[in-house]
């Protein structure tokens, strides 16, 4: 066998010396410390356990938790995110690829011509190449931590997608069945008014009232018939609104417990605020970008520094295979003069890493408001609805008082209408009271970041 003159061993001992003197010139990340109050503003329950429980089946609606599930099984948003976390696992694996050698294979032909001998002369040969780029200055390695950072922050982004939808699905069932019951109160009213006009017709005609009480009844009876149209309208739009995040066609939502029937939960305990760092998909989110940005600097930097490939090309010709050659050898490549522009290269992504960070800050800001004014909404629309209800029953024990009153010729009509028309404002307002209590301790759940835990075991 004939074999090419292989390269000096100099350059293996080059190449262990760089291997060995290698160092690394990236910083860890360190996750900044937090000037958090140590309880919230709102006098709650401290236990945080029940965040991590599917919140929305202590409704006790099966409706709301199969429109739930389906959701979570049919979203088209969720899907684009479960795509996103699948690719962002691609780009760690093409990350990884780079710490191992890269082989790659050759074939050439050649025929030339002597003109003396008129001799064809043919080459056929076969080449496999290995190359390795050492990890110097751990720079590699650094970008496959990043790679592992993004991968981590989109499999939170899929968790505060899940977190949302489910609270959406949820707030969106219960505003259906507070337009389900306030269209009833609509229906109610209406055919209630209708009946008084036909009393106040048979008066009219009997010259016991004058016009202008029959045009004002029949002004109230229009006015209920509108509400009907304006919640029928609503209702559709909102089955329309469902449908889309059940990932279907506009369709009828089908309808469990009524809104009355709907548990409101007197106490729901929402820990501590520094807790929120590590439930809140959102804010892990941000703190991974933040992360693999942290490290983009490191990659950045080590850009300034020499690199070194390694590399061994081995072939034999085909038509005399007694021919084998063999190359072994090393590539040092380092900037030398670019006017500063790797150091502004640095300088950039330090910019980058400060914009994430303000970013995670305001995205964890915003947190502890979102649960501040979810706590508070919760405490204020229960005693709200409380009123509301009240309200409701006084105002339609006024109107029947003031019918019987005015029936004994002992008040004039617009007291009827009045009290009538406050009884059907009161009984739409105890409603949409109701509609946002409810509402609001889903907020809260969501604000806490609770629900998603059970569904990664699940």
Same mark, same amino acid.
């Given at each position: 066998?004939?074999?090419?003159?292989?390269?000096?061993?100099?350059?293996?001992?080059?190449?262990?010396?760089?291997?060995?003197?290698?160092?690394?010139?990236?910083?860890?990340?360190?996750?900044?410390?937090?000037?958090?109050?140590?309880?919230?503003?709102q006098d709650f329950v401290k236990d945080s356990t029940i965040a991590n429980l599917p919140w929305w089946k202590l409704f006790k609606d099966s409706v709301l938790v199969d429109l739930i599930q389906t959701t979570l099984e049919e979203n088209q948003d969720l899907k684009i995110a479960i795509s996103r976390i699948q690719e962002s696992q691609l780009y760690v694996d093409i990350s990884r690829a780079d710490l191992y050698p890269q082989i790659s294979y050759?074939?050439?032909?050649?025929?030339?011509?002597?003109?003396?001998?008129?001799?064809?002369?043919?080459?056929?040969?076969?080449?496999?190449?290995?190359?390795?780029?050492?990890?110097?200055?751990?720079?590699?390695?650094?970008?496959?931590?990043?790679?592992?950072?993004?991968?981590?922050?989109?499999?939170?982004?899929?968790?505060?997608?899940?977190?949302?939808?489910?609270?959406?699905?949820?707030?969106?069932?219960?505003?259906?069945?507070?337009?389900? @019951?306030?269209? +009833? %109160?609509?229906? !109610? $009213? =209406?055919?209630?008014?209708?009946?008084?006009?036909? #009393?106040?017709?048979?008066?009219?005609?009997?010259?016991?009232?004058?016009?202008?009480?029959?045009?004002?009844? @029949?002004?109230? +009876? %229009?006015?209920? !018939? $509108? =509400?009907?149209?304006?919640?029928?309208?609503?209702? #559709?739009?909102?089955?329309?609104?469902?449908?889309?995040?059940?990932?279907?066609?506009?369709?009828?939502?089908?309808?469990?417990?009524?809104?009355?029937?709907?548990?409101?939960?007197?106490?729901?305990?929402?820990?501590?605020?520094?807790?929120?760092?590590?439930?809140?998909?959102?804010?892990?989110?941000?703190?991974?970008v933040l992360h693999a940005q942290t490290l983009q600097i490191g990659v950045a930097e080590t850009l300034r520094y020499p690199s070194l490939t390694l590399s061994a090309n081995m072939g034999a010709e085909v038509l005399n295979p007694a021919l084998i050659f063999a190359d072994l050898g090393a590539q040092l490549f380092g900037p030398l003069f670019n006017y500063g522009k790797l150091k502004r290269g640095v300088e950039v992504e330090k910019q980058r890493?400060?914009?994430?960070?303000?970013?995670?800050?305001?995205?964890?800001?915003?947190?502890?408001?979102?649960?501040?004014?979810?706590?508070?909404?919760?405490?204020?629309?229960?005693?709200?609805?409380?009123?509301?209800?009240?309200?409701?029953?006084?105002?339609?024990?006024?109107?029947?008082?003031?019918?019987?009153?005015?029936?004994?010729?002992?008040?004039?009509?617009?007291?009827?209408?009045?009290?009538?028309?406050?009884?059907?404002?009161?009984?739409?307002?105890?409603?949409?009271?109701?509609?946002?209590?409810?509402?609001?301790?889903?907020?809260?759940?969501?604000?806490?970041?609770?629900?998603?835990?059970?569904?990664?075991?699940?």
């Amino acid at each position: 066998m004939k074999f090419l003159k292989l390269n000096s061993l100099g350059v293996f001992i080059v190449a262990t010396l760089l291997l060995v003197l290698s160092c690394k010139v990236t910083e860890d990340y360190e996750r900044a410390e937090q000037n958090l109050p140590e309880a919230f503003r709102q006098d709650f329950v401290k236990d945080s356990t029940i965040a991590n429980l599917p919140w929305w089946k202590l409704f006790k609606d099966s409706v709301l938790v199969d429109l739930i599930q389906t959701t979570l099984e049919e979203n088209q948003d969720l899907k684009i995110a479960i795509s996103r976390i699948q690719e962002s696992q691609l780009y760690v694996d093409i990350s990884r690829a780079d710490l191992y050698p890269q082989i790659s294979y050759g074939a050439a032909a050649n025929t030339s011509i002597n003109s003396e001998t008129k001799k064809a002369n043919n080459s056929v040969s076969g080449v496999l190449n290995v190359s390795y780029t050492v990890d110097l200055w751990q720079r590699i390695k650094t970008m496959n931590d990043a790679a592992l950072q993004n991968y981590l922050a989109s499999e939170e982004a899929y968790k505060a997608i899940t977190i949302n939808l489910v609270a959406a699905m949820a707030n969106a069932y219960i505003s259906l069945r507070d337009l389900d @019951n306030r269209l +009833l %109160i609509s229906e !109610k $009213t =209406a055919k209630s008014f209708e009946e008084n006009l036909d #009393v106040m017709k048979a008066r009219f005609d009997a010259g016991f009232i004058s016009e202008v009480d029959l045009t004002q009844a @029949n002004i109230q +009876l %229009i006015e209920a !018939k $509108t =509400a009907v149209q304006t919640f029928n309208r609503s209702r #559709v739009q909102l089955e329309n609104a469902i449908s889309v995040l059940l990932g279907s066609a506009p369709r009828d939502i089908p309808r469990g417990l009524s809104l009355f029937e709907q548990i409101s939960l007197p106490e729901v305990p929402v820990g501590v605020p520094s807790e929120l760092i590590d439930r809140r998909p959102d804010i892990l989110q941000a703190e991974h970008v933040l992360h693999a940005q942290t490290l983009q600097i490191g990659v950045a930097e080590t850009l300034r520094y020499p690199s070194l490939t390694l590399s061994a090309n081995m072939g034999a010709e085909v038509l005399n295979p007694a021919l084998i050659f063999a190359d072994l050898g090393a590539q040092l490549f380092g900037p030398l003069f670019n006017y500063g522009k790797l150091k502004r290269g640095v300088e950039v992504e330090k910019q980058r890493t400060e914009q994430a960070f303000n970013q995670y800050q305001k995205i964890y800001l915003n947190a502890i408001k979102e649960v501040e004014d979810a706590m508070i909404a919760q405490e204020t629309y229960r005693n709200e609805y409380e009123l509301r209800n009240a309200q409701m029953e006084l105002a339609t024990k006024a109107a029947n008082l003031s019918w019987v009153r005015y029936d004994g010729g002992l008040t004039s009509y617009l007291e009827v209408l009045a009290l009538q028309n406050s009884q059907f404002s009161a009984e739409l307002k105890a409603s949409e009271a109701l509609k946002q209590e409810l509402s609001s301790i889903i907020n809260l759940y969501q604000a806490l970041g609770g629900g998603w835990h059970n569904q990664n075991n699940e």
